[in-house]
């Protein structure tokens, strides 16, 4: 992406795009989370950030719970492409395809709320079966 071939470089156009996209979307709020080897939030956490999903016998809650489970999960995670985004507001809607490295590939869909510019909330839905047939 750092790349010279181009000018400007190839992560700047992609960096420029994204500002067009956002300011396209005059007031509506907007999250990013960007997935490359590992997923990571480009928009910031709330401090009161809550996470649910299958695998989560109680919500996260708090930023640093949050990243810490992002940061356990993402070793396991060989590929994770994004199908389809469907945006409400400050809600969206993204419908995901993710490969372990054991070869499992689910489709799974996760919700995010906005608050003030903020990932304030994140549930994930998948179906949990998959990964937990090798487990027994």
């Given at each position: 992406?750092?790349?010279?071939?181009?000018?400007?470089?190839?992560l700047?156009?992609?960096?420029f795009?994204?500002?067009?996209?956002v300011?396209?979307?005059?007031?509506?709020?907007?999250?990013?989370?960007?997935?490359?080897?590992s997923?990571?939030?480009?928009l910031?956490?709330?401090?009161d950030?809550?996470?649910?999903?299958?695998?989560?016998?109680?919500?996260l809650t708090?930023?640093a719970?949050?990243?810490?489970?992002?940061?356990e999960?993402?070793?396991?995670?060989?590929?994770?492409d994004?199908?389809?985004?469907?945006?409400?507001?400050?809600?969206a809607?993204?419908v995901?395809?993710?490969?372990?490295?054991n070869?499992?590939?689910?489709?799974?869909v996760d919700?995010?709320?906005?608050?003030?510019?903020r990932?304030?909330?994140?549930?994930?839905?998948?179906?949990?079966?998959?990964l937990?047939?090798g487990?027994?």
């Open positions: 992406m750092r790349s010279n071939d181009f000018q400007p470089t190839r700047d156009r992609a960096r795009k994204v500002m067009d996209l300011a396209a979307r005059t007031g509506s709020r907007t999250a990013l989370i960007a997935y490359a080897g997923a990571h939030t480009v910031p956490l709330t401090d950030v809550v996470f649910t999903g299958p695998m989560q016998p109680e919500p708090g930023e719970a949050v990243r810490q489970h992002i940061g999960i993402a070793p396991f995670v060989a590929r994770m994004r199908k389809q985004t469907l945006i409400n507001g400050d809600q809607a993204v995901l395809e993710f490969e372990g490295l070869g499992v590939v689910i489709e799974g919700l995010f709320r906005v608050r003030d510019g990932i304030c909330f994140n549930q994930s839905f998948f179906d949990t079966r998959p937990l047939a487990a027994r």
